[in-house]
Nanobody
């Protein structure tokens, strides 16, 4: 059974950068669509960025386009989210997620069934 563990969150000033990591165990990501999601207090969980299992299709929320980059390292079985030019509105708990499929997903939380525990990102001066 695939297991996901996020790390890399923390407190950062506006304009700063963080790189989130999602360590994968129990299987490889070869046939999994993967993504990053976030949930701010009082708000619904939303898709930040997702990619299909062959990394031929990646999607980003409009609010993070040009600032965030999703990537996957098959050798280390790890998923990453590089976050640059962070803004206070990026403050949230960030989750990585996966689903075993060869289909391209829309990056909606309901499409994913394996979740990490989350890591807090706080952007504040």
């Amino acid at each position: 059974q695939l297991q996901l563990v996020e790390s890399g969150g923390g407190l950062v000033q506006p304009g700063g950068s963080l790189r989130l990591s999602c360590a994968v165990s129990g299987s490889t990501l070869d046939y999994y669509a993967v993504g990053w999601f976030r949930q701010a207090p009082g708000k619904e969980r939303e898709g930040v960025s997702c990619m299909d299992y062959r990394v031929t299709s990646t999607v980003y929320a409009d609010s993070v386009k040009g600032r965030f980059t999703i990537s996957k390292d098959n050798a280390f079985n790890t998923l990453y989210l590089q976050m640059n030019d962070l803004r206070p509105e990026d403050t949230a708990v960030y989750y990585c997620a996966a689903v075993q499929t060869v289909l391209t997903k829309k990056c909606a939380p309901y499409e994913y069934d394996i979740w990490g525990q989350g890591t807090q990102v706080t952007v504040s001066s």
